[in-house]
C-alpha cells in the first residue's frame, strides 16, 4: 500500500450525543444561539446527508462554524460523517422529537421574531 501524501491525515470521527442524555436547558441553551438556530433550520430543509459544513451561509469562519457544529452534535441534534474530504450533516429529526416531543417543530416555525 503505497504511503499517504504529506498532510493527507484523517480527522478523528466527530462523536455523537443520545439525545435521552440531554436536559431540556442543554438544549435549549444550544439553539439559543442565533447562527446554530439557522444551521439547525437549513438543515431542516434539506436532505439528509447532502450539506456539507461548508454548504451553509453563515456569518462565521470555519472554527466558529466548527465549534456550533461540535454544539448540536453535543445536545443531539445533529449526527455528521465523513464523505471523501468532505463532512456532511443531518437533522436528527426522529432522535431528537422522541426526546424533546414538539420542541423541533417550534424552533424551525419561522414567525418566531
Given at each position: 500500500?503505497?504511503?499517504?501524501?504529506?498532510?493527507?491525515?484523517?480527522?478523528?470521527?466527530?462523536?455523537?450525543?443520545d439525545p435521552a442524555e440531554v436536559s431540556v436547558l442543554e438544549a435549549l441553551s444550544a439553539v439559543a444561539d442565533p447562527v446554530r438556530l439557522q444551521l439547525v433550520r437549513e438543515l431542516a430543509g434539506?436532505?439528509?446527508?447532502?450539506?456539507?459544513?461548508?454548504?451553509?451561509?453563515?456569518?462565521?469562519?470555519?472554527?466558529a462554524l466548527s465549534h456550533h457544529?461540535?454544539?448540536l452534535r453535543g445536545v443531539g441534534l445533529v449526527e455528521q460523517r465523513d464523505m471523501g474530504a468532505?463532512?456532511?450533516?443531518r437533522l436528527r429529526r426522529e432522535e431528537f422529537e422522541a426526546r424533546f416531543p414538539g420542541l423541533l417543530h417550534l424552533l424551525l416555525r419561522a414567525d418566531d421574531a
Open positions: 500500500m503505497p504511503n499517504q501524501p504529506a498532510g493527507s491525515g484523517h480527522r478523528a470521527a466527530p462523536v455523537h450525543t434539506s436532505e439528509d446527508w447532502t450539506r456539507s459544513c461548508g454548504s451553509f451561509d453563515v456569518p462565521v469562519g470555519k472554527a457544529f461540535s454544539v468532505k463532512r456532511v450533516n
